[in-house]
């Protein structure tokens, strides 16, 4: 590896998740604070069902599954499951489940952009950032459907082992990025974007998904109790006239 190569190796897999995870916690705050009025989803359900309703199940029960397993099967230690199931047989399910969900996904995803494309009525009402962020979603589909003959290759569990030694210390502040060195272009390529979607999640409709998140409160919320409020009024009496009342 080149001087130059170590130095894009180091700065895109130690420096830049730091600069995204910074622009996505902050810029996410900064964004409900100063602009709640955008933070929203932008349904276009009203303008044109169509494929919206099979678009949108879809790709969202894909994309759930997807960031899910990715959160736990990076961020658990090796020595949590090590007792019960083998690195390679964990690659193995993370390959067949990831890679049904990932497919799901991909055709939602697929008919969402299809429709915010050449649909007339919902290109007119679409700002360039949602189709952009649906096309980089696409993208990274895509390379993440490509790292599955990939992954198919690498038996052993090693890809695996290697991503997840690199997502922990990044979240522990150790980072090192060694052992992605010898990983294939695309498990590189899919990090690298994916870190991109959390530095343009602040700045995109992406926001709503903290909303969705945050519901999970009213699971743990109190009862709301409402009582009706009886006033005991005397026969022949008439109730005083609120001011501003109308006639």
Known sequence: MSALQSYLHNFAFNVYPY???????IGSLARFDRDQYTWKSDSSQLLRTGTLRWGSNLFHIGILFLFFGHFAGLLT???VYEHFITP???QLVAIYSGGTAGFICFIGL???LHRRLFDPRIRLTSHRTDIAILL??????TIG???LPFSLGHSDGGAMLALSDWAQRIVTFRPDADGLVALDWPYKLHLVLGMTIFLLFPFSRLVHVWSGFA????LFRPPQVV???RLNVPAGHNLPRQPGAGV
């Open 19 to 25: 600069i995204c995870l910074a622009v996505f916690l």
């Open 215 to 218: 519901t999970l409160a009213y």
């Open 136 to 141: 980089i979603l696409w993208v990274q589909l």
């Open 110 to 112: 697929s008919l969402l």
């Open 227 to 229: 009582r009706s409020r």
């Open 77 to 79: 230690p090796h020595w």
């Open 88 to 90: 390679q047989h964990k």
């Open 145 to 147: 459907l490509i790292t």
